[in-house]
């Protein structure tokens, strides 16, 4: 089952310029995460957003969450080469399976 | 160093054999694993919640008797694709998470799957 959808499915940006992706999702959750994905590798947790808040901030990473809307962002400033992959967001359930459903994902390209 | 270690990385089979890939939590005790299957270019797809000494449960539309999950400690989950055939062909990922609320989930390096 997928949770909803990213968008855009795909980003081209110049180094330095700032990049936005988003997500929407369709049922209740506890929390929202967002992953990085490099080609062919599995995936590394960057940051996580309870339903109670709405905005979060690590480093060059800011996510906001609008749980009315049932939508989140994901901004990358100041952006490098080196943050090409692709990212996702997920959901957790509001139930206690602990399991996480997974957005479309964007496929972000960084030229230097 | 990575909490969740996933074998093999690529293995390459024939159809009508059987894999098995094998997830290990290195860090902390996993009473939940997660199965995930990934197209090129694609999502993760959620096939089964891995359950430490009982069965796992399967998203709807995965087969139970092609995707065997056994997760028999609470440091080891392995995933059999039984009988597998060129459709098989994926990329499978595991990931396992503190059975807490609000935590994050830590993921395997991924098995690359070709089935020919």
């Known amino acids: 089952s997928q949770q909803g959808e990213e968008d855009p499915q795909a980003l081209s940006i110049q180094e330095g310029e700032n990049a936005t992706m988003n997500c929407s999702y369709k049922?209740?959750?506890?929390?929202l995460q967002w992953y990085r994905q490099n080609s062919g590798r599995g995936l590394v947790h960057l940051i996580l957003i309870r339903s109670n808040e709405r905005e979060k901030h690590s480093g060059r990473l800011r996510v906001t969450l609008d749980t009315s809307k049932k939508s989140s962002s994901l901004l990358i400033t100041a952006s490098r080469a080196a943050d090409t992959a692709s990212y996702f967001c997920a959901t957790g359930a509001m139930d206690s399976s602990y399991k996480l459903i997974f957005g479309s994902g964007t496929r972000l390209l960084v030229r230097p | 160093g990575a909490v969740v270690s996933q074998h093999p990385s690529r293995v390459i089979c024939k159809s009508g054999t059987s894999v098995k890939i094998e997830c290990r939590s290195l860090?902390?005790?996993?009473?939940?694993m997660f199965w995930y299957r990934q197209f090129p270019k694609k999502s993760l797809m959620l096939m089964a919640t891995?359950?430490?000494?009982?069965?796992?449960?399967?998203e709807q539309g995965v087969e139970k008797d092609k995707f065997l999950i056994n997760h028999a400690s609470l440091t080891l989950s392995t995933l059999t694709v039984t009988s597998a055939h060129p459709e098989d062909s994926s990329f499978y990922i595991c990931?396992?998470?503190?059975?807490?609320?609000?935590?994050?989930?830590?993921f395997g390096q991924g098995t690359r799957l070709t089935v020919v």
């Open positions: 049922t209740s959750i506890n929390n």
């Open positions: 860090d902390f005790q996993a009473t939940t």
């Open positions: 891995s359950n430490e000494g009982s069965k796992a449960t399967y």
């Open positions: 990931s396992a998470r503190r059975p807490t609320l609000n935590t994050e989930a830590f």
